[in-house]
């Protein structure tokens, strides 16, 4: 009873830190400066199992239909006077619903303050195997989830980011708390937010020091990630077809290059992982060891959004990865204490 007190507590904590970016996205945010990818998720939301939304898109569900349950019953938030209504309201001829994006940015808000809970129990099993009393430590580094600038940008937007964030988050807490069923379910789930999912945490199990059901997981994960593509297969949906076509995908890497454009919103943007690598190297260059399974995903993110073509959307895919930056990080601050601890 007094453990589900305190986690009640902090929901309520994690809420209450992400409540104004939430104000801000939700007053603030344009989605079609850099999250036009919202035009088809409208339609999702409003009509969640019959609309003309194009592949990639229509197989992520699970956000657009809790939006849509939102949307339904007014839980949304929309100011009479807000910045973003004239250009918002009517978008290439489209006239838009203002509710609609305020129903999804809500959303992406539930699930936002849920990813920092799961990485804040996924920290505290870590400190607990490590013998460490800090009641103060796994509650403040979750709180980088909200500091990204990717997050604040795309995350409180019109997109998928926050159900994306929460299950990649929830995941690693079922990987360190053993619980394979779970994990399996909820990763074969995972392919209705997004694709991505499963290839994240198959990398992240197999670069992480993980326990010994390491290969179960691996497996499980790996075929999470192949039945998104036999799922496409069966409910064929058009869009985006070159994102499959592997001459395509290989022309893209051939032709690719860094433009300003790319570098400031692909790299430099994303000011979390630059601040972390820092910070880690300031402490030692062996401490960046617990990093290895953050470093292994964002090149492999890195290397598909280029085949894919998308862009400097790069950088926004890229933040999917944080959840492993964070774990990292406490992972590096467990050695580093148990360390001191050790020389004392």
């Known amino acids: 009873m007094k453990t589900l007190k305190k986690d009640l507590l902090m929901i309520m904590a994690f809420f209450s830190m992400s409540a104004g970016v939430y104000y801000a996205g939700a007053k603030f945010h344009i989605p079609w400066f850099g999250g036009n990818d919202f035009e088809q998720y409208y339609q999702m939301t ?64 539930i699930f936002l303050a849920f990813a920092a809970f799961f990485i804040y129990k996924s920290i505290k099993i870590m400190f607990d195997q490590a013998s460490l009393r800090d009641g103060l430590t796994p509650v403040i580094l979750p709180s980088f989830i909200f500091l990204s600038l990717s997050t604040t940008v795309h995350g ?25 069923f779970l994990f399996s379910l909820m990763c074969f789930a995972s392919i209705l937010c997004r694709e991505l999912i499963p290839l994240v945490l198959f990398v992240y199990i197999l670069f992480s020091s993980v ?23 069966y409910l064929q949906i058009p869009g985006n077809e070159s994102q499959t076509d592997f001459p395509s995908l290989i022309a893209n890497i051939l032709t690719f290059s860094v433009t300003k454009e790319f570098f400031m919103q692909a790299i430099l943007a994303n000011n979390i992982p630059i601040f972390v690598v820092l910070l880690a190297i300031s402490n030692g260059f062996k401490n960046l060891k617990p990093f290895l399974p953050f470093i ?14 998308i862009g400097n959307n790069v950088g926004r895919i890229l933040n999917i990865a944080t959840p492993l930056l964070i774990i990292g990080l406490a992972e590096m601050v467990c050695k580093v204490r148990t360390s001191i601890r050790t020389k004392i």
């Open 46 to 109: 409003l009509y969640p199992f019959d609309n003309n939304a194009l592949s990639p898109w229509a197989y992520r569900v699970m956000l657009p239909s809790i939006a849509h349950l939102i949307y339904k019953f007014g839980l949304f938030y929309e100011p009479n006077r807000t910045p973003y209504k004239d250009n918002y309201l009517s978008f290439d001829g489209i006239d838009y619903e203002p509710s609609v994006l305020s129903a999804i940015i809500f959303t992406n808000y």
């Open 156 to 180: 409180y937007a019109g997109l998928t980011e926050g159900g994306t964030f929460f299950l990649v988050s929830f995941l690693i807490y079922l990987v360190l708390k053993n619980n394979l």
């Open 211 to 233: 326990h010994e059901r390491r290969l179960k997981f691996l497996i499980s994960a790996a075929l999470a990630f192949i039945f998104y593509f036999i799922m496409k297969s």
């Open 296 to 309: 292994a995903v964002i090149i492999i993110l890195t290397f598909l959004g280029i085949a894919a073509g």
